[in-house]
């Protein structure tokens, strides 16, 4: 019976994670309306700028292979 | 500002004052909460006091509001004063008619007449009262009757019951259950 859990969109989840299971939110006071599991990229730029948002957290930098602090 | 000095009350002045609610409520529990926000007791600018700015928080990462369908024109919102002067609160009423009799209606409806909840009503601006508080919750009370061959809709006709200081808009975020 269990259905698989919600997902972002690959393209957001590249960059960001959520800190719910995504899931459809509003924000009356700035008359927003979006749904976590259908938003896109470019949406999830313009919602990271509201100060108070955080249901979305960007993922760290993978970092590059260090090559050169390994090496002797 | 003094929040309890009274300020001048204009009329709309063209501002929307549609009557009634939207065709849904939002529900959720009480004991599913983290943090149930609470509108400041004292305020700076007239009508702060009565807006929950602050955003209400779950505490699993899949729990939220449920989205519960009701029939357009059957919900309705009422708040009457109770207590003795002096001493007075509000009973808030609230009724709407859910249809059908399928699966989920029937179990949700039979586990909501045992929990304290929180609600959302939505009046017909788009606006949302909170109805039910932390240690206040609304109790609902389903009743259903499968209407009759000749007339009659088959259905719960959900009644709400909660008591308050008085009514508040939530303003912060919705979270809506995963």
New interface residues.
Partial sequence: MASPLPQLQPEVAEKFRSTVIPCRIEMPRLGLTFDLRTLTLAEALELMKIPDFTYLVPRPKRRKAASSSTSK | MNTFSLTHLKGPQGDDNTPGLLGYVLVAREDAFSKIAKAPKTGTTAGETAII?D?HT?TN??D?FAKVYLTLDSNMLKAAITGERDGRGLKISFEGFHPGNNAEALEFMRIVKNLGLIILVPDAD???LQVGAEGLPVEFAPDYDSGKLSSGRRGFTVKGEAYANGMYI?????????
């Fill in positions: 700015t955003n779950f990462a899949d939220g788009g606006t949302y939530y303003a912060g975020t919705v979270k809506y259950k995963a």
